[in-house]
């Protein structure tokens, strides 16, 4: 099974000051292949930086090869689980992408793990 990440296991992993930096980093190099992010969590990711936005997304793009699109069945379940759980739109479709691709998702989001795992 493959990995998912989400914005804050992206973030703790590039932000040496991030209080999960440490454990992030440990998950990563334990993976044999970098986790998949989804198009939303780069466009997350980046909207944190304030210039070289598109420079930043080339790197993210090479670090991690595995980007995933938002299709009409995941965007469909995201519906469905952020009006059943009143999570952000974001959130429900990091899930349901995770979902759909039968992926662990790694998250420090506690209330997003327990409905992800709640769901698979």
């Known amino acids: 099974m493959g990995c998912q990440a989400d914005t804050s296991w992206l973030i703790a992993l590039l932000d040496g000051a991030d209080h999960h930096h440490a454990e992030a980093v440990a998950q990563f190099e334990s993976l044999k292949i970098p986790p998949a992010i989804s198009a939303l969590t780069i466009a997350e990711v980046l909207s944190r930086f304030p210039t070289r936005r598109s420079q930043r997304a080339k790197k993210l793009k090479a670090a991690f090869p595995s980007i995933l699109a938002v299709e009409t069945a995941v965007a469909a379940r995201a519906a469905d689980i952020r009006v059943e759980y009143q999570v952000s739109l ?4 990091i ?3 995770a979902l759909a691709e039968k992926q662990e998702l790694l998250t420090f989001d506690q209330r997003m793990k327990a409905i ?5």
């Open 95 to 97: 899930i349901a992408s």
């Open 116 to 120: 992800y795992e709640r769901l698979a």
């Open 90 to 93: 974001g959130e429900a479709i």
